[in-house]
């Protein structure tokens, strides 16, 4: 028995490690909505609301400040959950878990919102991975 070439054993390998990284990609991509249901779920059993004005925003995280009933001024660390549409200086109602007040997102979004994003991401994610993939099994019944 021949071992087989070295560029069909580079190719082979290539097409493995692409489809693990698939893989793992999907594996991310169906954990993030679950974990946002679970945010979700989290501020729905310890419901708060308040109005919160928006401090910044940028590519990673949109920050706001409210405060609590009791006086308190939050500033949650990570931002807010589903901040689309939103522009330093507005002012916005947002819901939040009281045992949990840095667990914030803007009153009326939930995780719905994550699966057209996260969807399509990994949509490209694949059909890159499928070219790519195709293209190496091509090359290779040429040579």
Request: glycine fraction near 8%; hydrophobic fraction near 50%; aromatic fraction near 6%.
């Amino acid at each position: 028995m021949t071992k087989p070439a070295l560029g069909v054993r580079v190719r082979r390998v290539v097409r493995r490690a692409l489809l693990v990284v698939g893989g793992v990609v999907t594996l991310v991509c169906v954990l993030l909505p679950i974990a946002c249901w679970r945010d979700d779920m989290a501020i729905e059993e310890h419901l708060g609301q308040a109005v919160a004005q928006v401090d910044s925003v940028s590519f990673n995280r949109t920050v706001v400040r409210y405060a609590t009933p009791d006086g308190r001024v939050i500033i949650p660390s990570q931002g807010v959950l589903y901040p689309a549409g939103l522009r330093p200086g507005d002012n916005v109602r947002v819901e939040y878990d009281r045992t949990n007040p840095e667990l914030v997102r803007v009153a009326g979004r939930g995780a719905s919102l994550s699966l057209l994003p996260v969807g399509t991401f990994l949509v490209s994610v694949w059909l890159v991975i499928i070219a790519v993939v195709t293209v190496l099994r091509r090359f290779g019944t040429q040579v």
